[in-house]
């Protein structure tokens, strides 16, 4: 059945970079929109990233300029490019994804922690 797994993630210092990957299987469609979350500890989870089928994409304001969203519709993958990493953008990042018929779908998480 359709399972989506991450992985990239790690411990850098503030400025280092990050490429996290994501890849859907179980599928015979392409996702409708694919994106990135992520919860702090203490903190409610917020969408990071997100991008269409038509590769349109949208960014919290926080990460515009450091974040790039990417995705292989074939291979239902989605990537984050994280640069420019600040000790805020500490969290588990969880990949999320929604089929055409409207369901939803999500990674297990990926751990990301930057130092000061």
């Known amino acids: 059945q359709v399972q989506l797994v991450e992985s990239g993630g790690g411990l850098v210092q503030a400025g280092g970079s990050l490429r996290l990957s994501c890849v859907g299987s179980?599928?015979?469609?392409?996702?409708?929109?694919m994106g990135w979350y992520r919860q702090a500890p203490g903190k409610q989870r917020e969408l990071v990233a997100r991008?269409?089928?038509?590769?349109?994409?949208d960014y919290v304001d926080s990460v515009k300029g450091r974040f790039t969203i990417s995705r292989d519709g074939g291979k239902n993958t989605v990537y984050l490019q994280m640069n420019s990493l600040k000790p805020e953008d500490t969290a588990v990042y969880y990949c999320g994804a929604t089929t055409p018929r409207g369901s939803d779908f999500w990674g297990q998480g990926t751990q990301v922690t930057v130092t000061s």
């Open positions: 179980g599928t015979i469609f392409s996702f409708d929109r």
């Open positions: 991008i269409t089928r038509g590769s349109s994409t």
